[in-house]
Structure formats: structure tokens, C-alpha cells
């Protein structure tokens, strides 16, 4: 097989450099202005972006070509696919197309179940799930082959990714179910949003007491809250989230114009803290539709400036 093309984000990685990243929602219509102005904002305070793949189970723009509105403005893409809606030759067919642009950077999910959408009597289709997607990839890209067999002409080269939640129940399995997304093959982690400092720490201690920080890039992911309303909407209504009493307790107790820096203040401490924790290799930044504050995060995250010189 030729060499592979490393990912900007994957050079910066493997340099050691804490990496950053951040998401945006493509809109419900095929303006890409919607995506390119979100992009415009925070480019310079990220390496790389990823482009949701109809998150939450409501029809967007597509993930493939918002990546590639991303992709000809200069800005590195990582593309987020989700085994929902697609079969095993559907999602081959799509990880050709973005490699045909030279996409590079790929995020294998299964994505949430279509009755929480807008389209709640869809089909779902889960042919494969995401750990089988992760296979899927690294088979295309080290071997060169389909999952049928046959050989690909200029296989794809990118590098691959997963999402993890340290606090979904039971939290018994949720090291082991990392381990067998590493054993899968993925390279890197983007990791639910992070209240519970605590329990996202002991996730790591065990993790790293398996040797695992070390097969795979762990980014911590971050999201500010808005209001207070959103912390308590977010710990009660939200499967999967674990938001702590006091953090609710601490945005409920500014005033309703002050939450807003409250919950960014709450996020630029979290960074500082688990900048310092063994394992964690970077930050992934979901500021959805909240865009314009990612580079004040960053900032006073102390992640800023980017490292320069990195280019895929």
C-alpha cells in the first residue's frame, strides 16, 4: 500500500501538542453560507472542525458536502457518520466520495434513534454499528479492500475516529467499551460534553490503568451553557449527561444577564483543569449554533495560538 497523508490534526497529535477541535450543525436548508460563517469564526482557534451528520435524528445539509464547503475555504474537515441511516454500501460509498476530496479525517458513530427527530416514522437501518464502521474504514484505507472483498482503486486515507461517553450507565463498561473501539481500530476519541470533573477523571485513571491513553488520542469534550435553564434542561432531560447539583446551583445563582459568561467562565475551567490530567490529548469544543465564543474559549483556555507549520 503507499504511504498515507497524515491529518493536520493527526500531525499535531502526534507532535504532542494538545489538539483542539470543534463542531458545527449544518442548517436545515442548502444555504453554505449557514456552515462557512460559522467556519469563518473560529478557523483560526481550531484544527479541525467536524460537520454533524443530522444530529438528533432532524434532516440538515449533509455532513459530506458541508465538509466540503469547509474543505475550499482551507479549513480541515473531519466528517461525522452516523450508521443510522445508511447501509454498509452506502457508508462505503460515502467514505469514497469524501476521500475523493481529500477528506481526511473521519468520526464513526451510530447515531440517535430516528423517533427523537423530524422524521419519527423513518426507517432506521443500523446494517453495521459503529465500532463496525471503525472497522470498516481501517480495512478501506490499510488494506485497500471493501468489505466484500474486492480491491478499491486510491483507497481512502483517513484518520479515524469515535465518540465516548465516561457517563452513561452502566459506567462499569465504559472503559471496556473503549478498549473495543481501540481494538476496532480507532485513533482518536471525542468524548461527551464533561461536567462531572470527578467521574470523568476516574474514566481516565482506569482507562490509563489499561495502558489505553496510550493506543489512542483521548479529546475531552466541552460545552458551555448558555443559562442556567440549559444546565437544569441538560441534566434532567438529556440521556447520558451527568451534570452535577452544583453546577446547576452555580449558574442558577447569577443573574440571568451574567449566565451566559458564567457558563463560559465554567467551560474555560474545565480545559485549565483537564489540561493537566495524564491522557487527555486535546479539547473538542460544542459551542452548537454558539459559535462566536469558541475563540474567547480557547483563549482563556490557554490552547491559543494553534501550532503553525502544520498543514495536511
Known amino acids: 500500500m503507499s504511504t498515507r497523508t497524515p491529518s493536520k490534526l493527526e500531525k499535531i497529535l502526534a507532535a504532542g501538542h494538545l489538539a483542539v477541535t470543534s463542531e458545527c450543525g449544518p442548517p436545515r436548508g442548502s444555504d453554505p453560507e449557514a456552515i462557512t460563517r460559522k467556519a469563518e469564526m473560529i478557523k483560526d482557534y481550531v484544527d479541525a472542525i467536524n460537520i454533524t451528520d443530522n444530529q438528533t435524528s432532524v434532516t ?36 469514497l466520495g469524501a476521500a475523493s476530496f481529500d477528506i481526511y479525517n473521519i468520526l464513526c458513530l451510530s447515531g440517535d434513534h430516528q423517533i427523537f427527530g423530524d422524521s419519527p416514522q423513518g426507517q432506521n437501518v443500523f446494517d453495521i454499528d459503529s465500532i463496525q464502521l471503525i472497522q470498516t474504514v481501517r480495512l478501506m484505507r490499510d488494506e485497500g479492500k471493501f468489505l466484500g472483498g474486492d480491491e478499491i482503486k486510491r483507497p481512502p486515507q483517513m484518520f479515524v475516529g469515535a465518540a465516548a461517553n465516561p457517563f452513561a450507565d452502566p459506567f462499569e463498561i465504559r472503559v471496556p467499551r473503549l478498549a473495543k473501539k481501540i481494538a476496532a481500530g480507532v485513533e482518536f476519541i471525542q468524548t461527551q460534553c464533561i461536567y462531572n470533573l470527578e467521574k470523568f477523571e ?17 479529546l475531552a469534550g466541552v460545552t458551555p451553557f448558555k443559562s442556567a435553564g440549559m444546565a437544569k434542561y441538560m441534566k434532567n432531560r438529556v440521556p447520558g449527561m451527568d451534570v452535577p447539583d452544583e453546577v446547576v446551583k452555580r449558574m442558577s445563582g447569577v443573574p440571568k444577564e451574567k449566565q451566559a459568561q458564567e457558563g463560559i467562565d465554567i467551560c474555560v475551567e474545565t480545559i485549565q483543569r483537564l489540561k493537566e490530567v495524564e491522557g487527555v490529548k486535546g479539547f473538542h469544543i460544542m459551542a452548537i449554533e454558539w459559535e462566536e465564543k469558541v475563540p474567547e474559549i480557547v483563549e482563556r483556555g490557554g490552547l491559543y495560538p494553534r501550532p503553525k507549520g502544520i498543514d495536511n
Open 60 to 95: 440538515r445539509l449533509c455532513s459530506l458536502a458541508s465538509c466540503i464547503h469547509l474543505k475550499k475555504m482551507g479549513v480541515e474537515p473531519t466528517l461525522q457518520m452516523v450508521t443510522r441511516d445508511r447501509n454498509r454500501i452506502a457508508l462505503q460509498s460515502d467514505i
Open 202 to 218: 476516574l474514566w481516565v485513571k482506569q482507562a490509563r490503568d489499561r495502558g489505553l491513553h496510550e493506543k489512542v488520542y483521548i
